[in-house]
């Protein structure tokens, strides 16, 4: 159902849903000002219902994509120091550019974007929200999808709920699970990274609500049970959550600012997009606590 509020500092604000399974595209606010007031407030509840929500807008400097980023929370850094941008460094530059032929596989399970992933999951406390905003985009391919695993949670027998709710899983910056291999760290960025135990099952620290917290680029096991079992476990929430019923898949215009809520969405890349072709993005990730 779309929401309309007609503020005096902001014009109309509409929110519209983006589909049945997640999102919600907000039209009518001015990013530069603050989230105050009733708007402010049908935002942030708009961010809690949807888990995502899409502004439509230009390019914006990395110190006013900062600007709106701290709206929502408190900017961190992301661990690879190479894609930080020198003067605001809590942005980072992702540039997924096929630049030669050679870089592009055939099979795209070979690209580490296409796995369904959590940002920084690797971390004790990792990031509640990313902010992801289109610089330039190929002419074809390169949508992020998005799984809901709330609803994916929410829709399990309560026989499963009973088996995951009490399991911890592995998260490392790199497992053999993984179809692809990371990119290489640095030595400081290694020390920053040791194994990190999480709940396959968290509680949304504002909403109560539960949700699968799987990464299929960085949980290597669930803990405490045979290699089997934690394959069969790990395999049975990696399917149920991404169902198609569960996903939105996001067609990138360039400008749009996206904002989702990584305790309960998971996001994959669709890397088929033409070689030469420049696909870039800049970043913000926010501060989250560790996940109970
Ligand atoms: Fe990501």
Redesign the pocket.
């Known amino acids: 159902m779309t929401l309309q509020i007609n503020a005096q500092q902001n014009g109309s604000l509409e929110i519209n849903p983006l589909c049945e399974a997640l999102g919600a595209e907000v039209i009518g606010l001015d990013l530069s000002k603050p989230l105050t007031g009733e708007v402010g407030q049908a935002v942030h509840d708009a961010f809690l219902e949807h888990h995502l929500l899409c502004f439509r807008s230009a390019p914006l400097s990395p110190a006013a994509f900062a600007d709106v980023a701290r709206r929502f929370g408190e900017p961190q850094m992301q661990l690879l120091r190479n894609q930080r941008v020198d003067t605001v460094p809590e942005v980072s530059l992702l540039d997924s550019t096929y630049v030669r032929a050679v870089d592009k596989p055939d099979d795209m399970r070979q690209v580490r974007?296409t796995g369904w992933?959590t940002?920084e999951s690797f971390v004790e406390a990792p990031a509640k929200a990313?902010l992801l905003q289109s610089l330039e985009i190929p002419d074809s391919g390169g949508q992020t999808s998005f799984c809901n695993t709330r609803a994916a949670y929410e829709n399990l027998s309560e026989a499963e709920k009973l088996r995951l709710g009490g399991l911890f899983a592995a998260h490392r910056y790199d497992t053999p699970r993984a179809a692809v291999q990371p990119k290489v760290r640095t030595k400081e960025e290694i020390d920053e990274t040791p194994e990190v135990i999480h709940p396959l099952v968290r509680t949304h620290e504002d909403t109560g609500q539960k949700a699968l917290f799987f990464n299929a680029n960085r949980t290597d096991r669930v803990v405490d049970v045979s290699h089997e079992e934690s394959e069969d476990i790990l395999n049975l929430v990696d399917g149920r959550m991404t169902e198609a019923r569960y996903r939105y898949d996001h067609e990138w215009r360039v400008g749009d600012l996206l904002i989702w809520d990584n305790r309960c969405l998971v996001?994959s890349v669709n890397m088929d997009f033409p070689v030469g072709q420049r696909r870039l993005h800049q970043r913000i990730l926010l501060q989250g606590h560790r996940p109970v």
């Open positions: 974007l992933h940002d990313t996001h």
